[in-house]
Structures are given as C-alpha cells and as structure tokens.
C-alpha cells in the first residue's frame, strides 16, 4: 500500500508539474492590507434601465424545456477598453413560476466561456436563475505591459488593468440592480461565483456589495500582487519576465509597486467585510497560477470559511469538476434557500 501510494504521489507531482513557485522575494514577509484605498471606490450613478441612454437590450436566445436563456446588455458606468463599453451577460430564467434565487457567474482571464456556462448550466438545472457576464476587452494592454520602457510607463499600464478591474466588480454590481427589477428573482437571495480570476474579483464584489448573501469561489486568491510576480500562468511569466529585464528590476521591487497599484481592488482590503458562513472556498496544493499561498492569504482574511483542497495544479482541477458542481449546489442550496 505504501509503495502504490508513493508511486500515486510521484505521478501527481509529474501530471502537475513542479508546485513551487519562484517567491523567494516575499519570504519573511506577512501581507499588511493597504486600507488607504479610494472612498467610494466603486460607487457609480444608478441608471434607469428603461432610459435610452442605458442601451439596454434583452434578446431570447434559446428556449429549453425548463428554461429560457437570454442576452442582456446595457451601457457600462465606466470605459477602459471600448470592448467593454457594453455590459453583456447571458441570463437563464426558470419558467416555473415564483420567485427563485440567482446567482452570478464571473469570467476566467482567458477568452473562454466554458466554465461560466457550465456553472450557469450546472445551477439552472438545480433550480436557480443563472447569470454569466462576458468580458470582451483584454485584462492587459496588449503589446504595452512588456514594452514599458520606464516604471511611469509599467504603472500606467498596471493602472489600466486595474480600472478594467474595478470596472467588472462595478459591472458586477449594475447586473445585481438589473436583477433588482425582475419579478422572477429573489432579489434577496442573490449569490455570487467565480473561477481563477473570476473568483478573485468574485471575492472584492463580496467585499463591496453587501446585496449579496453568498459566494463560491474556485482556485482564487488574494494578494494580486503577489500572483502576477510569482504566477507560473504563460502570459503573466512572459511578461514579467520581459518588464524585469527591460526595467533592471527585481521581483520585490515589482511586487511592491504592483501591491501599491491595486490596492484599490485587492480583495484582502475588504475581506473583513465578508461573513466567513456565506463563503466556500476550493483551491489547488499544486496551483501554480493561483498559488496557495494566495489563496490561503484570502481564506484567512475572510476569517476561514469552509474550504476544500483538492490534489490537482491549477488546470487538472477541471478533472474535479463534477465534486465542484456538487458543493456550489449544496452551498448555495444552503445560503440562498
């Protein structure tokens, strides 16, 4: 038995890939939140849905026996990318009369929807109106971030980012007032869910929106900062590589100008506004996108909610997915029922 579970251990360690990350520029040192963020940081004007100047616009997209799934779309409150000049969510609607709970979905970094609608799937079959956003503007600048020449012109580009951020949890936020106005949604049964990067904004709109009674967050973290120095993920490591180099400067020194950036934005800032009971938490031991350490920083400052840890590396959790589908189904049954 011991030799098979040795044998396992080492075809883990194979299948995942080495779990260290390089963040030997942050040992000895403790996360101390920024807590000089912006007032009023993401408040916005509330908009009436029925004006012209909201753009707003519901199309049928598919009919199921059950369900019926829509696009919605109206007018960001902020402009970053002009691809993000529009809100744009798909929204699954149960056809069984009364008010029902919704929940959320946040995109990944990458430019695939595949979890978001399979999440939003996932839930409609249990029962629940189901929301996943789109994100079509890039998170980074592309061909700017590793060009930077001088630091003013990597914060200018970090600072982009940042807003593009801080304009989804804004987003994020107008899709709930959206949801306000639906007779079919229990407007106070309204969860939030996130995986990877969806997750880690999943976790500031938890912090700043006290409309939501519960989130599920999958292979997130907090500290941002620390995840773009010391992330194994091929577009972050490429960049950071080329900025390191054509900068002259070294990963602490990248660390503490990207932690000074997005303080504004940084989960860890507004974990203590999170009750730990509406929280569950599912990362990686061998995540080296998100990297435990990250996601352990996050746990704690949201007070140590529930939380699972699976044997995979970021990307092989997938092969959890079932396991994930079961426990978002069971918390928010839990917390939004």
């Known amino acids: 038995m011991k030799a098979l579970m040795a044998v396992f251990l080492v075809f883990l360690f194979a299948l995942n890939g080495c779990a260290a990350v390089n963040d030997s520029f942050i040992h000895g040192k403790s996360f101390s939140p920024i807590l000089e963020t912006p007032p009023n940081y993401f408040e916005y004007a509330k908009d009436d849905f029925d004006s012209p ?8 997209e598919k009919e199921e026996p059950r369900y019926q799934i829509f696009q919605v779309s109206f007018a960001s409150a902020m402009s970053t990318d002009p691809a993000n000049d529009s809100v744009v969510f798909h929204y699954i609607k149960q056809k069984r009369s009364g008010k029902k709970p919704l929940v959320i979905i946040l995109p990944i970094m990458g430019g695939s929807y595949f979890f978001s609608e399979h999440f939003a799937a996932t839930l409609a079959d ?14 980074f600048q592309a061909g700017v971030l590793e060009k930077a020449k001088t630091v003013e012109e990597l914060k200018e580009s970090l600072i982009y980012t940042r807003e593009v951020y801080r304009q989804t949890v804004i987003d994020a936020r107008r899709v709930i007032d959206w949801a306000e106005t639906r007779p079919e949604i229990d407007a106070g049964k309204i969860g939030i869910a996130g995986i990877s990067l969806g997750a880690v904004m999943s976790a500031t709109v938890l912090g700043v929106e006290p409309r939501l009674k519960a989130g599920f967050l999958m292979l997130g973290g907090g500290d941002i900062a620390y995840v773009l120095t010391a992330s194994r ?86 092969l959890d997915i079932g396991f994930a589908d079961n426990k978002m189904i069971e918390h928010f049954g839990k917390r939004l029922r």
């Open 53 to 60: 100047a909201s753009q707003y616009r519901i199309v049928l």
């Open 126 to 139: 249990s029962g629940f109106n189901a929301i996943w956003l789109e994100r079509k503007g890039k998170l």
């Open 233 to 318: 993920e091929k577009g972050i490591k490429k960049n950071r590589e080329k900025v390191l180099k054509n900068l002259s400067l070294s990963e602490e020194e990248l660390y503490e100008t990207a932690r000074e950036i997005f303080a504004p934005v940084e989960p860890l800032n507004y974990a203590k506004n999170v009750s730990p009971k509406r929280i569950f938490m599912i990362n990686a031991y061998f995540d080296r996108v998100v990297p435990p350490r990250s996601s352990d920083l996050l746990w704690k400052a949201m007070k140590k909610p529930e939380k699972v840890m699976l044997i995979w590396g970021h990307y092989t959790a997938v």
